[in-house]
Structure formats: structure tokens, C-alpha cells
């Protein structure tokens, strides 16, 4: 009888074995399994924080689009008025030179004519009477 309590008794230590190493089996694999997704979420969480942002960059591209066309608008208006302010001048000189050839009393309209300063009447006067001294 002890023989078969034994048998009973390892007939049973066995089958715990067994069934703690298939728990242990079942366990391992869900915990593996578990931490694959998280390792693949947390993969993930690049491209979804980027996605959060995309319509951000979006904007930023749009006002840069925006800025540039203002730009360009300010130097048109900027072209514009310079040409408006230069305009009497410009045709002031084109005058100018149409009517050069026909009248020698014009002949030098549009030259212009630069002097330097040179000596004053009292310097030229104390040059004078240094020299009136010396004699």
C-alpha cells in the first residue's frame, strides 16, 4: 500500500510539474508577447508626436509663402515711388540734352563745375607784407 501512495504521490508531484512548467510556458509567452507591443508603441510614439505637429509645419510654410508675397509687394511700391520722385529729374536731363546741340548759349547745361578753396585775400595780404619785411 505505501508503494502505491508513493506512486500516487509521485504520479502527482509530477503532474504539478507539469502544470507549473505549462504555466510557467503560458506565462513567459504572454509576458514576451506583452512587451513586443510595448516596444512597438513606443516605436511608434515618433511618428504620432510628429503627426501632432504636421499641421504646424504646414502653417509655418504657409506664412512663409505669405511673408514672400508681401515682399515683394513692398519693393514694387518701393520701385515705384523711387521712379515717381526721380522722374522730374530724369526728365529734366533729357532736356537737357535735346537741347544742347541747337543753342551755343547752352552748350554747357548738365556739366557741372567743381573748385576748390584756395588762399584768402588777408592770407595773400600776410604773405605780401612778410616779404616787404625781409627787404
Same mark, same amino acid.
Do not use: W
Given at each position: 500500500?505505501?508503494?502505491?501512495?508513493? +506512486?500516487? &504521490?509521485?504520479? /502527482?508531484?509530477?503532474? $504539478?510539474?507539469?502544470?507549473? !512548467?505549462?504555466?510557467?510556458?503560458?506565462?513567459?509567452? &504572454?509576458?514576451? #508577447?506583452? %512587451?513586443? *507591443?510595448?516596444? $512597438?508603441?513606443?516605436?511608434?510614439? @515618433? @511618428?504620432?508626436? !510628429?503627426? @501632432?505637429? =504636421?499641421?504646424? =509645419? &504646414? /502653417?509655418? =510654410?504657409?506664412?512663409?509663402? #505669405?511673408? #514672400?508675397?508681401?515682399?515683394?509687394?513692398? +519693393?514694387?511700391?518701393? $520701385?515705384? *515711388?523711387?521712379?515717381? !520722385?526721380?522722374?522730374?529729374?530724369? *526728365? /529734366?536731363? +533729357?532736356? #537737357?540734352?535735346?537741347?544742347?546741340?541747337?543753342?551755343?548759349?547752352?552748350?554747357? $547745361?548738365?556739366? =557741372?563745375?567743381?573748385?576748390?578753396?584756395?588762399?584768402?585775400?588777408?592770407?595773400? %595780404?600776410? @604773405?605780401?607784407? *612778410?616779404?616787404?619785411?625781409?627787404?
Amino acid at each position: 500500500m505505501e508503494d502505491k501512495v508513493l +506512486q500516487k &504521490a509521485t504520479l /502527482l508531484a509530477g503532474a $504539478a510539474d507539469s502544470a507549473n !512548467q505549462a504555466a510557467a510556458q503560458i506565462y513567459s509567452n &504572454a509576458y514576451g #508577447q506583452g %512587451l513586443g *507591443q510595448q516596444r $512597438a508603441t513606443l516605436g511608434m510614439t @515618433g @511618428g504620432l508626436m !510628429q503627426a @501632432g505637429f =504636421s499641421p504646424y =509645419s &504646414a /502653417l509655418g =510654410s504657409s506664412g512663409g509663402q #505669405q511673408q #514672400q508675397r508681401e515682399q515683394a509687394l513692398i +519693393q514694387d511700391a518701393m $520701385a515705384k *515711388q523711387e521712379f515717381e !520722385q526721380n522722374l522730374p529729374y530724369q *526728365q /529734366l536731363k +533729357q532736356y #537737357q540734352s535735346g537741347i544742347t546741340g541747337f543753342s551755343p548759349l547752352v552748350g554747357n $547745361a548738365g556739366q =557741372s563745375i567743381s573748385t576748390t578753396p584756395g588762399a584768402s585775400a588777408m592770407s595773400n %595780404l600776410g @604773405g605780401l607784407a *612778410q616779404m616787404y619785411s625781409l627787404f
